[in-house]
């Protein structure tokens, strides 16, 4: 990635965080796109230029998630489909540089019930179901390369895709929804190992 792309990914990183931020302490309608650009330290116009609304830059950390699995999933082309993907999987919820340079402003219980209030905002709902949908054709479309099907013909790729995106959904509904909060991780590979037991990788004719 050339120095340009690096600060573009970066300058959407800040603005997604921005808005997740200040949405989870002040409540969707409470927060205009000026304050998520000056939480970004960028202007309103530069928001503009990345994100169409701020519900898409709130989704935008949930897409980018998933983008990265896709791509940590092309980077493990000699292990066993189902370790690949839950090694993928696991990568994008480690403590990674990026949310490290975003911490949650708020104390663990006050951000965990703002995200909870957040992700069941109505307005929200149309931008994360187009990034989930955008979510499962890039993964079906990497796990294709490893089977070496047709995306197009087969059925195997779009159902993993369709599993692991429900894995993540499930695990982050669950640590949101338990008191104390379980913790996502070890949500996501009991999920995942279920996944692997009933969706084992075809063999190669």
Do not use: C
């Not at 159902?159 to 640590?175: D, E, K, N, R």
């Amino acid at each position: 990635m050339g120095l340009r792309e690096r600060k573009k990914a970066q300058t959407h990183a800040a603005l997604s965080w921005a808005a997740i931020r200040l949405t989870v302490e002040r409540g969707f309608d409470k927060v205009k796109v000026e304050d998520i650009a000056e939480e970004a330290s960028v202007s309103p116009r530069t928001f503009n230029n990345y994100f169409s609304s701020k519900a898409e830059a709130i989704a935008f950390r949930h897409l980018d998630r998933f983008l990265r699995i896709a791509e940590a999933l092309r980077e493990r082309p000699d292990e066993p489909l189902w370790d690949a993907i839950t090694d993928s999987v696991l990568l994008q919820f480690a403590a990674d540089a990026e949310s490290m340079a975003h911490p949650p402003a708020t104390d663990v219980a006050q951000w965990t019930a703002g995200v909870r209030v957040m992700v069941a905002e109505p307005a929200l709902r149309g931008e994360m179901l187009r990034a989930g949908a955008t979510a499962e054709a890039e993964i079906a479309a990497a796990i294709t390369e490893r089977t070496g099907g047709d995306l197009d013909q087969d059925l195997y790729p779009h159902l993993v895709a369709s599993a692991v995106v429900a894995a993540v959904h499930t695990a982050i509904a669950h640590h949101l929804r338990t008191d104390p909060p379980v913790p996502v991780r070890p949500l996501l590979t009991d999920a995942l190992a279920r996944f692997a037991v009933g969706l084992s990788t075809p063999s190669t004719p």
